[in-house]
Nanobody, 122 residues
Framework: QVQLVESGGGSVQAGGSLRLSCAVS?????MGWFRQPPGKGREGVAK???????YYADSVKGRFTISKDNAKNTLYLQMNSLKPEDTAMYYC???????????????????WGQGTQVTVSS
């Protein structure tokens, strides 16, 4: 059983930055971030597969950075140069197995946090 608790959301103006945190219990192979914009489906943002391999959605490459602190059992998402279209509920997710696609809206990911809201104003 993996438990995930997100924090760090909030409101920011376009061009600003936020850092999301996710406290993770256990050691799942895959850990990642998804988001669900208002009125839209859930989409993958970034993920770790194993200890060092990372993947990003094209929409956030160069602006967002996923990282983790193994000593603190915490996953992070540093979000820079935020845009209004980044406004969404952001979710931390984990999957013990190795099959954990960013595409597909989170299908295949077993564990989810409660979500944290990010609002970017223009």
């Amino acid at each position: 059983q993996v438990q995930l608790v997100e924090s760090g959301g909030g409101s920011v103006q376009a061009g600003g930055s936020l850092r999301l945190s996710c406290a993770v219990s256990g050691s799942p192979t895959c850990m990642g971030w998804f988001r669900q914009p208002p009125g839209k489906g859930r989409e993958g943002v970034a993920k770790f597969v194993g200890p060092v391999i990372t993947y990003y959605a094209d929409s956030v490459k160069g602006r967002f950075t996923i990282s983790k602190d193994n000593a603190k059992n915490t996953l992070y998402l540093q979000m820079n140069s935020l845009k209004p279209e980044d406004t969404a509920m952001y979710y931390c997710a984990a999957e013990p197995g190795g099959d954990c696609p960013l595409a597909g809206g989170g299908r295949g990911w077993a564990y989810w946090g409660q979500g944290t809201q990010v609002t970017v104003s223009s």
